[in-house]
């Protein structure tokens, strides 16, 4: 399945990860996953939220940077090689995994993964 995802970038400064959440709570938009990447001097914090469009909109007019983008979401097993298998499945087909984190859902694990080709990705694991 495609989830959108909300990637904000920030200066790797004290308290702006706070922020941003701050800002999120305030227009009541929940956050189903994230996952924060830095650099030295910038950080790029990815989630899913409930409305990624009222998210983007609202983080714009605060004056961040912010870019949707579409993901694949995979549920896997909480098991052992669960996860291994669907990997295999992708290093066949000779895809290349550009990132992935996870989140969790009505009990279910969710793996989210940037590829260069969703479709061909999704196309593989079915």
């Not at 605060?62 to 579409?70: A, F, K, Q, R, S």
Request: negative net charge; aromatic residues 6%; glycine residues 4%.
């Amino acid at each position: 399945m495609i989830v959108n995802q909300l990637a904000i970038y920030t200066q790797n400064d004290k308290g702006n990860v706070h922020n941003i959440l701050r800002i999120l709570g305030e227009h009541k938009i929940n956050i189903l996953s994230l996952f924060l990447a830095d650099t030295e001097d910038f950080g790029i914090l990815r989630l899913v939220t409930e409305d990624n469009k009222k998210a983007q909109d609202v983080l714009t007019q605060e004056g961040y940077m912010t870019v949707l983008t579409d993901l694949l979401s995979i549920t896997v097993k909480n098991e052992p090689g669960d996860l291994e298998k669907i990997l295999k499945k992708l290093a066949d087909n000779q895809i290349n995994i550009e990132y992935m984190y996870s989140y969790t859902k009505d009990g279910n694990t969710n793996i989210l993964i940037k590829t260069d080709d969703l479709e061909t990705t999704e196309n593989s694991l079915k």
